[in-house]
T-cell receptor
Framework: GQNIDQPTEMTATEGAIVQINCTYQ??????LFWYQQHAGEAPTFLSY??LDGLEEKGRFSSFLSRSKGYSYLLLKELQMKDSASYLC??????????WGAGTKLIIKP | GAVVSQHPSWVICKSGTSVKIECRSL??????MFWYRQFPKQSLMLMAT?????????EQGVEKDKFLINHASLTLSTLTVTSAHPEDSSFYIC????????????FGPGTRLTVT
C-alpha cells in the first residue's frame, strides 16, 4: 500500500530551527510536495522536490532522498506566524498526490 | 497567478437539502480539479478527481450519487452535496492543476459546510 508518515505534532521556540521529517512508500514516485496549512484555511504551496538534495527558499528549505524514501522541511528563524500544520505529499506513478496526515507545529515565545 | 476561488465560503443548511459549492480557476485553465474534505484536526481526504468534460473519478468509500461533481469547463467545477446530513458537516476544499509538466495543486480557500 501507499503510505506517508510524519510526526503528529512538534513544538519549537521562536527564533529557533525545526526539522519536520516525512517518510513515504508509494507505487512509483514523481516528486514530493510540502504545503503549509493554517487552521481553518486551505493549504498553500511551500516546495516541490523531485531530485535528491536540498532546496532552499528563504527561511524554508526542503530535502529529498529518493533512495531512502525520506524528506524533511527545515524552518529557520521561527516566527509565531509559522504555527500551522505542515503537510507532506508524494506524487505517485499515476501522478496522484498521496497526502500525509500533517504535522502540527506549535511555536512558543 | 494561479488563483482558485470557492463559493460560498461557508454555508449552513438543513438536513435533507442539497448544497452546491463552486470552484473556479480565475487566471488559468485547469485540466484537472480535485475535491477534498477535511474534518477538524485531520488531514485532507481526497474525494474525487475531475477532468473537464468527463465523469469524475471518486475515491473508494465516497458515494458518487451523494457527492455530485460537474466539471463543465476548464475554469469551473461544482460539488453538490445531496440530501445533506449532519455528518456531512466538514471543510470542503477544491484544488486545480494547470497540467503539462506542473503537478502542483492550487487550492481554493475552502467552504465550511454545517448541516443542522
Amino acid at each position: 500500500g501507499q503510505n506517508i508518515d510524519q510526526p503528529t505534532e512538534m513544538t519549537a521556540t521562536e527564533g529557533a530551527i525545526v526539522q519536520i521529517n516525512c517518510t513515504y512508500q508509494t507505487s512509483g514516485f514523481n516528486g514530493l510536495f510540502w504545503y503549509q496549512q493554517h487552521a481553518g484555511e486551505a493549504p498553500t504551496f511551500l516546495s516541490y522536490n523531485v531530485l535528491d538534495g536540498l532546496e532552499e527558499k528563504g527561511r524554508f528549505s526542503s530535502f529529498l532522498s529518493r533512495s531512502k524514501g525520506y524528506s524533511y522541511l527545515l524552518l529557520k528563524e521561527l516566527q509565531m506566524k509559522d504555527s500551522a500544520s505542515y503537510l507532506c505529499a508524494a506524487l505517485d506513478s499515476n501522478y496522484q498526490l498521496i497526502w500525509g496526515a500533517g504535522t502540527k507545529l506549535i511555536i512558543k515565545p | 497567478g494561479a488563483v482558485v476561488s470557492q463559493h460560498p465560503s461557508w454555508v449552513i443548511c438543513k438536513s435533507g437539502t442539497s448544497v452546491k459549492i463552486e470552484c473556479r480557476s480565475l487566471d488559468f485553465q485547469a485540466t484537472t480539479m480535485f475535491w477534498y474534505r477535511q474534518f477538524p484536526k485531520q488531514s485532507l481526504m481526497l474525494m474525487a478527481t475531475s477532468n473537464e468534460g468527463s465523469k469524475a473519478t471518486y475515491e473508494q468509500g465516497v458515494e458518487k450519487d451523494k457527492f455530485l461533481i460537474n466539471h463543465a469547463s476548464l475554469t469551473l467545477s461544482t460539488l453538490t452535496v445531496t440530501s445533506a446530513h449532519p455528518e456531512d458537516s466538514s471543510f470542503y476544499i477544491c484544488s486545480a492543476n494547470i497540467g503539462g509538466d506542473s503537478y502542483e495543486q492550487y487550492f481554493g480557500p475552502g467552504t465550511r459546510l454545517t448541516v443542522t
